[in-house]
């Protein structure tokens, strides 16, 4: 049941959303870095990225719900 919802939520994301490398005010792009916390469990840190809904719908959409 678990493995189905994380599947669906992580399909919905990639469906609506385009997630890539961000670009700098240089104009240039913006390597993730590949750093994790120093905990027990080890999590990635925060790093730059760009995620764009994919249509005017989508966008609309995550507009409305983000004023609920």
């Not at 961000?22 to 469990?41: H, K, N, R």
């Given at each position: 049941?678990?493995h189905?919802?994380?599947?669906?939520?992580?399909v919905?994301?990639?469906?609506?959303?385009?997630?890539?490398?961000?670009?700098?005010?240089?104009?240039?792009?913006?390597?993730?870095?590949?750093?994790?916390?120093?905990?027990?469990?080890?999590?990635?840190?925060?790093?730059?990225?760009?995620?764009?809904?994919?249509?005017?719908?989508?966008?609309?959409?995550?507009?409305?719900?983000?004023?609920?």
């Amino acid at each position: 049941m678990a493995h189905d919802s994380v599947w669906f939520n992580v399909v919905s994301i990639l469906t609506t959303f385009n997630i890539g490398k961000t670009i700098g005010d240089d104009g240039q792009i913006i390597e993730p870095t590949y750093e994790y916390s120093p905990a027990l469990v080890f999590m990635p840190l925060p790093f730059k990225r760009s995620v764009k809904p994919r249509s005017a719908l989508i966008r609309g959409t995550v507009n409305e719900e983000k004023h609920l």
